[in-house]
């Protein structure tokens, strides 16, 4: 079975669901959380009803109001930074004005500076994963056999990550326009276990690619990259199919507070999957094809 001869229609694929990820950032980007903007979280427990949540606010004198259902019966209502002193004045006042049966659970403040710090460290662990998973890919494999290079090998890794990347954030974009679920420092842990994901299994599968490049030569590059393909496809579905259902039980069943995380997980896990596959593995013999025209034209 010929799997590669068909990889044009898995860059298709691919492109089905990226062209809308990147145009959901662009239009509406992701919503950050408290902790990405700065300022102060007040939830409650007892009402989802938004607007009297809404008019409790604005009479307490409060600014930049967002207001988001947390579980089946509460709210979470986001506002500019306020002080310990008028936390105390809002606390008192939830009573009075909501009745009983309706009472603080949690309240935090995120000033600028550590909200800016956090911001930053999310981007400077994305861009240094991906630097590491260039040096390393380039490294280990410097020993495949020419026209075959380990430089592609890297790039083309990057690549399909990209691929992953870029639609679990499009679909953070579409949720945060579409239901208000805003990204937190979660979000990022999650989005950084994708990466991992993503890379390990691509390097394994790049690294029978390798073996069989070392067995068979690199000139016939279409033919020794399915043959691995099939050989890891089992184990490689296998794998992801497990790792996948258990995310799904935990998104499911589990607690309103990683609920999010999970999703970003079962989201990445299944677009990792899928580019390590049909996406990484098919740009090498596309790239070699490329650079072979390239020559024989000049």
């Not at 079975?1 to 492109?15: D, G, P």
């Amino acid at each position: 079975m010929n799997l590669m001869k068909h990889r044009k229609w898995y860059y298709v694929f691919a492109m089905v669901f990226v062209i809308p990820s990147i145009a959901g950032l662009l239009l509406w980007g992701l919503k950050p959380s408290i902790d990405f903007t700065g300022g102060s979280k007040l939830e409650l427990r007892g009402t989802t009803d938004q607007d009297k949540a809404q008019e409790f606010a604005e009479s307490n004198e409060l600014s930049g109001i967002v207001i988001q259902e947390v579980g089946d019966n509460g709210l979470s209502i986001r506002f500019a930074e306020i002080n310990e002193e008028k936390h105390r004045k809002v606390s008192g006042s939830i009573g009075d004005f909501f009745g009983d049966g309706v009472e603080e659970v949690a309240f935090e403040t995120v000033g600028p500076t550590i909200s800016s710090e956090i911001t930053q460290n999310a981007f400077v662990s994305i861009a240094l994963a991906s630097l590491i998973i260039i040096f390393y890919i380039g490294y280990s494999f410097r020993r495949v056999p020419k026209p075959a290079s380990s430089f592609r090998f890297g790039i083309t890794a990057i690549i399909a990550l990209a691929h992953d990347t870029i639609i679990v954030v499009g679909v953070f974009a579409f949720l945060g326009r579409f239901l208000n679920i805003e990204v937190d420092p979660l979000f990022i842990t999650g989005l950084l276990t994708v990466i991992g994901f993503s890379v390990h299994d691509t390097i394994v599968i790049f690294d029978r690619i390798r073996e069989n490049l070392i067995k068979k030569g690199a000139s016939e590059l279409e033919g020794t990259v399915n043959l691995s393909l099939l050989e890891m496809l089992p184990r490689t579905i296998n794998t992801s199919f497990l790792v996948w259902s258990i995310l799904l039980i935990l998104f499911l069943l589990g607690g309103e507070t990683t609920k999010y995380f999970v999703l970003t997980l079962v989201i990445g896990i299944l677009a990792g999957t899928y580019s390590s596959l049909f996406v990484a593995s098919p740009l090498l013999i596309t790239w070699q094809e490329l650079k072979k025209k390239k020559k024989l034209s000049a």
